[in-house]
């Protein structure tokens, strides 16, 4: 059966001529990530490095051919992943821009609800379900965009990420965007203030992701964070996403390249199917 695709594709290409007509979007995409890179990859990756060490006493025993600082380096590099903590921390880097970029999509619906845009699309003679779809699909391919930036930003500074891995990491990335960005819609539509979105937004977003692995590995965590980390989709994305950029493997059970891709997608149909549910049920009273 035939279905117009019209409202769809032209919500997708209103979001993006949108992000692509705001320059200052566009400078905040490849600089806050820049900002975290250097100032806390390189600040940390010189604290997680051997050569930090290399003023510690002599005499201490070791291996033959090996100094001290060659075996604090292999201890790190053991605990992220066969990775050094720059490698370790921008693939994350890369995950959490996808996530924070497609949280922060839904405050375009509470400003499309305060100028009336969301009105005509709620009377639009078009499917509802279409529309919001559309909508959410064009703000992920945006911020899919976004973490692909962030990845090439990384190769320059990064010696550990693989080129040959990043067409499937961004795969992983725009599925956990269609997440996060319905997650963030549905939040939307049943706030009408935009200081209320962001206090919301800034609770549930720093738990998530300061348990998601972006910036220490799942192993280092305490046990109870460990459990919340199991529950949450974000560590999935994270650990696949650095799965396939560097080749470390530091997740926890039962994560893996394909348990990833079925977790991340069957959350991402779920958070879909709602935002479509709760647009279809929105009033244009709301």
């Known amino acids: 059966m035939y279905r117009d695709l019209s409202p769809l594709v032209a919500m997708v290409y209103r979001q993006v001529k949108r992000w692509m007509g705001a320059r200052s979007r ?20 010189s604290v997680f490095s051997g050569t930090s060490f290399s003023r510690l006493p ?5 291996p033959p051919g090996l100094s001290i600082s060659d075996m604090i380096q292999r201890y790190f590099n053991t605990i992220f992943g066969g990775v050094d903590y720059l490698t370790f921390m921008v693939s994350g880097m890369a995950s959490m821009t996808v996530f924070m970029g497609s949280f922060i999509g839904g405050l375009s619906v509470i400003w499309d609800k305060q100028f009336g845009y969301l009105k005509e699309t709620l009377v639009a003679p078009a499917s509802r379900k279409l529309v919001i779809a559309g909508r959410i699909l064009g703000d992920a391919i945006i911020t899919t965009l976004q973490g692909l930036i962030v990845v090439l930003l990384g190769l320059a500074l990064a010696g550990g990420l693989r080129l040959t891995g990043i067409p499937i990491a961004i795969v992983y990335l725009f599925i956990s965007a269609l997440a996060f960005s319905s997650l963030g819609v549905i939040i939307a539509l049943k706030l009408t203030s935009v200081e209320g979105f962001q206090m919301l937004i800034n609770l549930l977003t720093m738990p998530l992701m300061f348990m998601s692995g972006v910036f220490y590995p799942f192993t280092t965590m305490p046990d109870w964070m460990k459990v919340f980390a199991q529950f949450n989709p974000l560590s999935y994305t994270v650990h696949s996403v650095r799965y396939w950029l560097t080749g470390a493997d530091v997740g926890l059970y039962p994560m893996s390249p394909v348990n990833d891709l079925i977790v991340l997608a069957l959350v991402g149909s779920a958070m879909l199917w709602l935002a479509g549910v709760m647009f279809e049920k929105t009033s244009i009273e709301e």
């Open 58 to 62: 002599t005499g201490i025993p070791v």
């Open 26 to 45: 566009l400078v905040s995409t490849v600089l806050n990530p820049l900002v975290w890179i250097i100032f806390l990859g390189l600040g940390w990756g």
